[in-house]
């Protein structure tokens, strides 16, 4: 079936160094695309969004790149800091559907 | 930007007992709530679809005679999960759209003993 999945389950990086997490996305029809994070025990927070007709967006500190050609969607951080400890989920959404679809998360971790 | 609240943040309840779940939008309507569950490791996983008014929309493999959806108003949706076993612990995620973006609640920790 279609299906969201991330390359790369844990990552871990050095603090002030830029993060990069990749995430596969299967659905050609999906329109939109949101980065979120979860703490241990909490619920997802959004980060940034794309849409279909966009190939990059960034925030502070953040950007997202999406590829519709490979159907491949990363999220960048730069000058990763210890509070950027989390696991991230990418999600794709189909307006017409309404719900969320999220992909197996990768745990980040930040060494200080 | 919009807020989802759940309620309660964590409960631990025994086996065979009933466990209601709130979630509401607190500066938005919200025709449309989803539940998640999410187990340990894993991640969200869409259970059901609640729209106000009517009833739910259950994905494949979760049993809507054990997790009773009701969407009573543009702000409430609860999830109850009927005699719950060990087996239904995990944390329950309850997600609301406000012009495309979803906003998520903080979750409940499930713990059946």
């Known amino acids: 079936g279609e299906s969201v999945g991330l390359h790369l389950p844990t990552l871990s990086v050095q603090e002030g160094d830029n993060s990069i997490i990749n995430c596969a996305y299967s659905?050609?029809?999906?329109?939109?695309f949101i980065w979120y994070k979860q703490e241990s025990g909490k619920g997802p927070q959004f980060i940034i969004d794309?849409?279909?007709?966009?190939d990059k967006r960034q925030g502070q500190r953040v950007t997202v790149l999406l590829n519709k050609t490979v159907k491949h969607l990363s999220l960048q951080i730069a000058a990763t800091q210890p509070g950027d400890s989390a696991v991230y989920f990418c999600?794709?959404?189909?307006?017409?559907?309404?719900?969320?679809?999220f992909g197996k998360g990768t745990k980040l971790s930040v060494k200080p | 930007g919009a807020v989802v609240s759940q309620h309660p943040s964590w409960v631990i309840c025994k086996s065979g007992t009933s466990v209601k779940i709130e979630c509401r939008s607190l500066?938005?309507?919200?025709?449309?709530m989803f539940w998640y569950r999410q187990f340990p490791k894993q991640s969200l996983m869409l259970m059901a679809t609640?729209?106000?008014?009517?009833?739910?929309?259950?994905e494949q493999g979760v049993e809507k005679d054990k997790f009773l959806i009701n969407h009573a108003s543009l702000t409430l949706s609860t999830l109850t999960v009927t005699s719950a076993h060990p087996e239904d612990s995990s944390f329950y995620i309850c997600?609301?759209?406000?012009?495309?973006?979803?906003?998520f609640g903080q979750g409940t920790r499930l713990t059946v003993v």
């Open positions: 500066d938005f309507q919200a025709t449309t």
């Open positions: 609640s729209n106000e008014g009517s009833k739910a929309t259950y």
């Open positions: 999600a794709e959404l189909m307006r017409s559907q309404g719900n969320l679809i």
């Open positions: 794309i849409r279909s007709n966009m």
């Open positions: 997600s609301a759209r406000d012009w495309g973006e979803a906003f």
């Open positions: 659905n050609s029809a999906s329109d939109y």
